[in-house]
């Protein structure tokens, strides 16, 4: 039996005293409401009403219960109203996940912008590399996130792809320091230090075809992701690092590194927020305006239209 549909039925026949006006109000016809009655009397065992030829008269127990099924259908709704909001992404957990290199700064405005678009909505942030990423909505661990391109994007959706020009990080007393920008050729002779190449391979490779194809090819490529691992490798090791505009903010100005442009622009990241298909809904969408927002107040991004769809290809053919 449909309880709520019958305490709706015994509601609206207390409130009007009469089986047909009941009925029209409940959008049915009489005799299938008062068989609703009927049932319902059966099953809780009382009579609900007393019926004559003339009228309808709620007895002393259906007095006694018409309060408490008000506030049982009060519930009902209350209960259907928290589901619709869950469905629609209102309310409830969003599993998140950043990659590593986003700043500090950015973090923080995605975190503000998001808790004004969705204050009723808990958000679980992980950090979690481009591979990781792809591993989780795999095993549908993670509701949205931010990846890198180029990598496998088959069975998600994707957001706007923006673009973050990379630099390089250098001590200060290098020859580079002192130009405004920097040729990616000119850092010849440097190692490189990179993200290690497991967190995304399609994104490592693409950097290092490309570091080629400008003219530098690292003598070797040094693995670090924590900024101030990364700063001592620099500052130890004879190498350089890449890294978009945000990571000067790992180096102080009056620090032993400088973050100088390169020449062209030649390097860049691409990100997109991504989530699996058929899944987005409103707080999967407050997540992707207020990542890429904070990514373009705070991190110098900007949209990019790719010329055709991105996906993992050999590194020659990387779309650059």
Same mark, same amino acid.
Do not use: N
């Given at each position: ?28 016809? &009489? ?6 009655? &009927? ?136 020859? &580079? ?22 967190? $995304? ?46 990571? &000067? ?51 110098? $991004? ?19």
């Amino acid at each position: 039996m449909d309880l709520v549909r019958h305490l709706e039925c015994f509601v609206a026949v207390a409130e009007e005293s009469h089986f047909g006006r009941a009925a029209a109000r409940l959008g049915m016809a &009489q005799p299938p409401l008062s068989q609703r009655i &009927q049932r319902l009397e059966k099953e809780l065992g009382v009579r609900l009403f007393e019926r004559t030829s003339r009228q309808v008269a709620i007895t002393e127990a259906g007095t006694l219960l018409l309060a408490e099924a008000r506030e049982l259908l009060a519930r009902s709704e209350s209960f259907r109203a928290a589901a619709r909001r869950i469905r629609d992404g209102e309310t409830g957990l969003l599993r998140a996940a950043l990659s590593p290199d986003i700043s500090g700064e950015t973090v923080a405005a995605l975190l503000a912008d998001f808790r004004r678009r969705h204050a009723g909505l808990e958000l679980e942030l992980h950090e979690l590399s481009t591979a990781q990423q792809l591993a989780a909505f795999a095993a549908h661990e993670l509701d949205v996130g931010l990846i890198h391109h180029p990598c496998d994007v088959t069975g998600l959706e994707l957001g706007p792809v923006l673009r973050r020009d990379l630099g390089v990080l250098l001590p200060r007393g290098a020859a &580079q320091a002192r130009l405004d920008e920097v040729p990616l050729a000119s850092l010849t002779g440097y190692d490189l230090v990179l993200f290690p190449r497991a967190g $995304a391979p399609a994104v490592y490779d693409d950097l290092l075809t490309a570091c080629a194809r400008g003219g530098y090819t690292p003598a070797a490529v040094r693995h670090g992701q924590g900024a101030s691992f990364v700063r001592g490798l620099v500052l130890s090791s004879g190498a350089v690092a890449l890294g978009p505009r945000d990571t &000067q903010l790992a180096a102080p100005a009056d620090g032993d590194l400088v973050w100088r442009p390169l020449a062209g622009a030649p390097l860049a990241w691409r990100h997109s927020v991504a989530w699996p298909k058929g899944r987005g809904d409103a707080a999967v969408g407050a997540f992707a305006d207020a990542a890429t927002h904070a990514l373009r107040t705070t991190a110098g $991004a900007r949209s990019e239209a790719p010329a055709r769809p991105l996906h993992l290809r050999p590194a020659s053919e990387f779309w650059l």
